[in-house]
């Protein structure tokens, strides 16, 4: 094929046909990527709960051993209510557990399903970006054996007469 004017044009647009591909691949990619980060962003929340809990139980338990010391010795008895506490806590806490595993759960379930859809939807837009690109082919093909034929004629043609 002759380089002529037209060639350029076809050019730029099939490069900016193969950017826009490569562009929704890489969209896809990110996405894939941001709901893995959210689910291990939630995984690793559930220390932080169990932690937080530890602490805030301590700081009772610590207020608790505070209020007996000020008080005389049999005044009160903090025993049951160390108990109430541990159990509220622990309570809360495989609450809290098993409320992040079931989101944890979820969201790979959702991931795998986004993965599946991507794969699919990745495997259609490369197919209709490569019909396109043929097509785009054939057209640049025949535009450019149109603008040689013009160029041919023109050349032929006598204009002193």
């Known amino acids: 094929m002759t380089q002529n004017p037209v060639t350029a044009v076809f050019d730029a647009q099939r490069t900016?046909?193969?950017?826009?591909?490569?562009?929704?691949?890489d969209?896809?990619?990110?996405?894939?990527?941001?709901?893995?980060?959210?689910?291990?962003?939630?995984?690793?929340?559930?220390?932080l709960f169990e932690s937080n809990a530890e602490l805030t139980k301590g700081a009772v338990h610590a207020y608790f051993d505070a209020l007996e010391a000020s008080l005389p010795e049999e005044a009160a008895e903090f025993d049951e209510l160390r108990e109430i506490v541990d159990e509220g806590f622990d309570s809360?806490?495989?609450?809290q557990s098993q409320s992040l595993e079931a989101v944890v759960e979820a969201i790979e379930e959702s991931?795998?399903?986004?993965?599946?859809?991507?794969?699919?939807?990745?495997e259609?837009?490369?197919?209709?970006?490569?019909?396109?690109?043929?097509?785009?082919?054939?057209?640049?093909?025949?535009?450019?054996?149109?603008?040689?034929n013009v160029e041919e004629a023109a050349e032929e043609i006598d204009i002193s007469a």
């Open 124 to 148: 259609v837009v490369d197919t209709s970006f490569d019909a396109y690109l043929e097509a785009h082919e054939q057209v640049e093909e025949n535009v450019s054996a149109a603008a040689e």
């Open 16 to 25: 900016a046909i193969e950017q826009s591909q490569t562009l929704t691949h």
């Open 27 to 47: 969209a896809l990619e990110a996405q894939k990527t941001s709901i893995g980060a959210f689910g291990d962003a939630v995984e690793s929340s559930s220390a």
């Open 92 to 95: 809360a806490t495989e609450a």
């Open 111 to 122: 991931e795998a399903a986004y993965d599946e859809f991507a794969a699919s939807y990745a």
